[in-house]
Each structure stands twice: as structure tokens, then as C-alpha cells.
């Protein structure tokens, strides 16, 4: 994905423009650091030691019957400011659609994805993935108020925060994905029959940058001119 791509050149429904990487990109790691670090509430900026849990996400998670509620691959104990801390979990309401797992095919994740037949190949969403978007962001909304309102004390504006904290995330995790494609013999000659379904890393990877820049354009970018509209009438 070459940078300033148009998505409608992948996806025949492109959730923005451009990539949440183009956003990135432009909004740069200062601007994060000056937004993490401009607020006067202490629930905002100070520290909290995270038991643990630096890691937990509903993909994180198994709930069962036999063996109830287990917690994996949950991280080093640290110290964090609580919005960093709730990234993961907040970044997980939508990236674990990209782990879900496919009962049809055993050791491999659901496809969020297929392929048009009239439009030239692009991507499209499944049509349980499209069923499934209004409830995702239907269910992170009312977590992102609720925390707003219990934890950060109506701090309003550290939505931005939380926001660009989760977009970050699942760029994060694209990265991720391939890495662990390369790692694994992605894009090599293959010499073995080992490893031979790596398809799903670079699925999950697509799917990342898909809903990152979703949430970029929906939730994001709104709130972003509404602020500047706002600061520029007082001038």
C-alpha cells in the first residue's frame, strides 16, 4: 500500500479516502504526545500500575461453560497513564472481528472480505461483516461514554485521545501481522508443506487498516473539525 493511496483503488466500499496510515503520517508522533499531555485532570495524565493486565482485550479473552473466564498473553505489569492503558481494550471491540475463528477451517481466522465479481476484484465486506459493523460501533460508543463519564470524570475531550490511541493500535497490529507473515516464510520459496496457510496474517493485516481508517473517517475525523471550527470562530 503505497502512501496517499486511494482506498477506493482496493475496496469497492472504501471506509474514507485514504489509509489511517496516511493520517498517521500527517498527524505525526508530537501531536500525540502534545494531546496526551495537555490535560489538567489527574484520572488523564496520572499513572496507574496495571497488575497484568497491560494487554487485556476482549481478544484476550475465553469465557466457557467448564473453565469460565480466562485471560492470555496479557502483558508485563507497568506503569501507564489510564487512556494507554484502556487502549487495548478499547482497539479490541472492533480487531477481533479480524480473530475470529473459523469453525470451518481449523487453525485459521474469518475472512472479513471477498472478492467482487463487477467491479474489477476489489474488496467488499462479507455480508455478516456488514451486519455486524452497526452493533461493533454501536457497543464501542456506548463503552467510549461510559468511560468518559465514570472514569475521566466528563472529561469530554479526551475522546480524541482514545480515539487516536485505538486507530494507533490497529496500525500497530497490521505492522504486526506482517511481521509474523515474513517470519513465518511469507513471500519466500516455499521448501516445506510447514506453514503453509499464512494467508490469514495478511487478512487480519488488510482488515486492521481497514477499520482503523472506519474509525479514523466515523468517529475521528469529526470530532477533529468540530475542534478546529470551534477554536477558528473564537479567533
Known amino acids: 500500500l503505497k502512501p496517499h493511496a486511494l482506498l477506493s483503488e482496493i475496496f469497492a466500499e472504501p471506509p474514507s479516502s485514504y489509509c489511517a496510515l496516511d493520517y498517521i503520517e ?18 488523564v495524565t496520572d499513572c496507574i500500575w496495571t497488575c497484568g493486565l497491560t494487554d487485556a482485550g476482549l481478544h484476550n479473552t475465553f469465557v466457557g461453560r467448564e473453565r469460565g473466564l480466562e485471560l492470555f498473553d496479557l502483558g508485563t505489569p507497568q506503569l501507564m ?9 478499547l482497539m479490541s471491540f472492533f480487531h477481533i472481528l ?9 487453525g485459521t481466522w474469518v475472512s472479513r472480505f471477498q472478492a467482487t465479481e463487477t467491479d474489477g476484484g476489489k474488496l467488499s465486506l462479507t455480508g455478516r461483516t ?32 482514545l480515539l487516536t490511541y485505538t486507530i494507533f ?37 488488510v482488515w486492521d487498516l481497514y477499520i482503523a481508517s472506519d474509525v479514523y473517517q466515523k468517529l475521528l475525523l469529526p470530532l477533529q473539525s468540530k475542534r478546529i471550527g470551534s477554536s477558528a470562530g473564537k479567533i
Open 169 to 205: 493500535q490497529l496500525v500497530s497490529d497490521a505492522s504486526f501481522c506482517l511481521e509474523r507473515w515474513e517470519m513465518k516464510g511469507g513471500g519466500r520459496e516455499r521448501v516445506s508443506d510447514r506453514n503453509t496457510d499464512l494467508s490469514k496474517w495478511l487478512w487480519r493485516s
Open 98 to 106: 479480524g480473530m475470529e475463528e473459523d469453525t470451518h477451517n481449523k
Open 130 to 161: 456488514k451486519s455486524l459493523m452497526p452493533y461493533v460501533h454501536k457497543t464501542f460508543a456506548y463503552t467510549m461514554d461510559h468511560m468518559i463519564d465514570e472514569v475521566f470524570d466528563k472529561e469530554e475531550n479526551v475522546r480524541e485521545l
Open 26 to 43: 500527517q498527524t505525526g508522533w508530537m501531536h500525540v504526545l502534545e494531546l496526551a499531555t495537555s490535560f489538567d485532570n489527574p484520572n
Open 81 to 89: 497513564p489510564m487512556p494507554a492503558f484502556l487502549t487495548k481494550f
